[in-house]
């Protein structure tokens, strides 16, 4: 067999088993809104980890996302988690236009920001 088709041959069958989404599926996270004030941020935070049931306990003193420790950095981690929460039930990334969908991981250090498919 000829060295061309060989490569050919392996670049084939490396595709094969590359798993692929399907059309249109991509990771997303919800983080909050640069322009957003901080007195925004943190009423759309405390309605998240509250009523919205978001999971804000990796926020709190010596948990993995409670630094750095701003407003802006734990609405991110809230917004995710209800986001990722209820997102498959209609919950959505908005919290009155202080939230945005991300394509690039937020996670930090020892900090995961979690994605469910």
């Known amino acids: 067999m000829s060295i061309p088709l060989q490569c050919i041959l392996i670049a084939a069958l490396f595709?094969?088993?590359?798993?692929?989404?399907?059309?249109?599926?991509?990771?997303?996270?919800?983080?909050?809104?640069?322009?957003?004030?901080?007195?925004?941020?943190?009423?759309?935070?405390?309605?998240?980890?509250?009523?919205g049931g978001a999971d804000c306990t990796a926020i709190q003193v010596n948990q993995p996302c409670y630094l750095p420790n701003t407003v802006r950095a734990h609405a991110s981690y809230a917004f995710n988690s209800y986001y990722q929460k209820f997102k498959n039930t209609g919950g959505s990334c908005y919290f009155r236009s202080a939230a945005m969908t991300t394509e690039l991981d937020p996670s930090h250090g020892s900090c995961h920001f979690d994605y469910i498919p």
Do not use: H, I, M, N
Request: net charge negative.
């Open 15 to 51: 595709l094969a088993t590359v798993p692929r989404k399907s059309a249109g599926e991509f990771e997303q996270w919800c983080v909050a809104d640069e322009q957003t004030p901080d007195d925004e941020l943190q009423a759309a935070l405390d309605w998240a980890c509250a009523q």
